[in-house]
């Protein structure tokens, strides 16, 4: 079936579904047989008895879905204080019997769209956002964190057409690590750039992203990695999430394994550039895939570094549950391979609310006013889909 | 074998593969030190890590009990506690490198390196040794060649050596010379 006969017809038969970007176009999940809701109990148990399935090789041999923030943090021994906020599953994998490959292009009309709610409340107004910024430049001069990234929300009430919205993102960002999910009860879009775990046999690699440059005429590909690499700042930022990335891979890669594969380059899409590194190893034998979730998630580039300190500081300044943001939506097939990003320029929407979550990093050098815009601006790619 | 020290930092597992080029490695968290691989190591390590020399006094009395009897290792932080260790003041500076590749120089002729060699590090200090600094057998060895900070200390006779960069990172060029030398001390 063409893709846009399809999307029509599972929309109109209301059964959850999940659609990942694939290399050539993407691929739809549906028919669960399963869903898992996880929780602190039975995480430990989910995760490690997935590999115990005997069937191994058709494509549906896997569960897809996404770990919260939350619940990564808790699975390296990081207790979050009680926070307000959505009470939002802490992470939902579901077993799908069905999988459809869709093409790029994602043509999906409704005719009954009604007009949305796109007044957006922001939770953390530029006067307060100052203040945690000089809080944690003390914080960065004392040495507890080198870079620190504060989460703001925007939020607002109103019923979305996911699948509509995806469609028109995808439209405008076709993003490597752009998902959907919806269920009876929620739904989420993303147009996420970022991978965070590519697991196939004994290779792993991530592709942190730091740095991003929204293409205006100025600018080729040349000229962006000139801009860059002249930024000390961005540079610097950039240099440290690839040591961390390095380290996180070392805990559970071959000593002398872990090789920068593309340092530094320049990614191009329709609308931006990212700045990017490629990091790769070879997985000790024997290790499982809590070990490899635990030494990975939640992705450094959005927690800020070093990462133990930098999410305690985190979680005793922010109010509100990130809910799905910085946590990693993906899959984990039978046989052990996986994939999955970080959850970020994502829209939750459930119980009616939707919820955008940004953040910028606070180093040194970075200034408040154009980290608070820089959130607007990032944010504000997601709020136009409201219009 | 050498035991690494890790003060929950996200580079720890630099360090441990580029050791690993060189012997057996043990790492475990500064609060869930081993006493059995503590004993048995011949080296010692103090990781990298978040905060200051002061919020790590195990790690100090480790230092203060094998002193003399191991060789020892400090990096960033590490290099810190050995020198908070031997009574230094650190302090914070005013220019902060976190991510930053600059240029240090070798400056005594006491060195395991020659002196007035240059060459690139990667940098990810907000602290700094405050100078003067005296202790017997120690001696700065490398400084930053912009600020003069310093930037390594060896202790040739009691075989503990620091540096306040990263030998590790991907910035730094000739890393694993460098630890390769200090472990032949």
């Known amino acids: 079936m063409i893709t846009q006969d399809y999307l029509k017809s599972i929309s109109k038969s209301k059964k959850p579904f999940v659609i990942y970007k694939s290399n050539k176009g993407f691929d739809l999940y549906t028919n669960f047989s399963k869903k898992i809701i996880l929780t602190n109990k039975n995480i430990h148990n989910f995760i490690n008895k997935i590999s115990k399935n005997r069937s191994k090789n058709k494509n549906t041999d896997l569960y897809i879905g996404f770990f919260g923030y939350e619940i990564l943090n808790n699975l390296i021994g ?34 009954d769209l009604k007009a949305l709610n796109n007044d957006f409340k922001i939770n953390i107004n ?38 509509d919205f995806f469609c028109r993102l995808s439209e405008t960002n076709l993003a490597p690590e752009a998902f959907l999910i919806k269920d009876k009860e929620f739904s989420i879009v993303s147009c996420s750039p970022e991978n965070l775990i590519t697991k196939k046999g004994n290779y792993i690699s991530t592709k942190p992203i730091a740095g991003t440059l929204k293409k205006t005429k100025k600018f080729n590909k040349i000229k962006a990695l000139n801009f860059f690499n002249k930024n000390i700042k961005e540079t610097k930022e950039h240099n440290m999430i690839v040591d961390m990335e390095r380290s996180d891979l070392s805990k559970i890669c071959t000593p002398g394994s872990v090789k920068i594969v593309k340092k530094k380059i320049i990614e191009e899409y329709r609308d931006l550039y990212h700045y990017v590194s490629l990091v790769a190893g070879k997985l000790k034998r024997n290790t499982s895939t809590l070990d490899i979730i635990r030494s990975m998630m939640p992705g450094g580039s ?17 109010r509100e549950s990130r809910n799905i943001y910085t946590g990693s939506f993906g899959y984990i097939k039978f ?16 119980k009616e609310y939707s919820e955008i979550s940004v953040a910028s990093g606070v180093v040194i050098d970075s200034n408040s006013s154009h980290e608070f815009s820089e959130n607007y601006i990032k944010a504000k790619a997601l709020m136009d889909l409201y219009k | 074998m050498i035991y690494i020290i890790d003060h929950d930092d996200s580079f720890t597992h630099n360090v441990v593969h ?15 030190i081993n006493q059995k691989k503590l004993n048995k190591a011949k080296v010692i390590v103090f990781s990298p890590g978040p905060g200051a020399p002061k919020d790590y006094p195990y790690s100090s009395k480790i230092y203060n009990k094998f002193k003399k009897k191991k060789k020892i290792i400090g990096i960033c932080l590490g290099f810190q506690q050995i020198l908070h260790s031997e009574n230094a003041k650190i302090i914070e500076q005013n220019k902060i490198y976190h991510g930053f590749q600059s240029e240090v120089k070798v400056t005594s002729n006491n060195s395991l390196f020659k002196k007035n060699k240059k060459f690139k590090v990667g940098r990810y200090h907000s602290l700094k040794l405050k100078e003067p600094f005296y202790a017997k057998n120690f001696e700065i060895t490398m400084r930053c060649a912009i600020s003069n900070v310093a930037m390594a200390i060896e202790n040739n006779k009691d075989k503990i050596y620091g540096f306040q960069f990263h030998p590790e990172s991907f910035l730094t060029e000739n890393g694993n010379l460098l630890i390769k030398k200090i472990l032949s001390a």
């Open chain 1, 126 to 163: 530029k006067k307060s956002y100052n203040k945690i910024f000089s809080k944690f430049k003390k914080k960065i001069k004392s040495g507890q964190t080198y870079q620190i990234k504060i989460c703001t929300k925007y939020r607002n009430k109103s019923k979305i057409d996911p699948i």
């Open chain 2, 18 to 32: 580029q050791f690993a080029k060189f012997d057996d490695i043990e790492c475990d968290n500064f609060n869930e």
């Open chain 1, 78 to 111: 990081i207790k979050p204080p009680k926070q307000k906020g959505l009470k939002f599953p802490k992470g939902i994998f579901y077993k799908p019997e069905i999988k459809v490959s869709l093409t790029n292009k994602l043509n999906y009309i409704n005719e």
């Open chain 1, 335 to 350: 046989n052990g391979d996986m994939r999955f990003n970080i959850i970020i320029r994502a829209i939750l929407n459930y």
């Open chain 1, 302 to 318: 959005v927690i800020g570094c070093p990462k133990i300190s930098t999410l305690n500081l985190l979680n005793a300044q922010e």
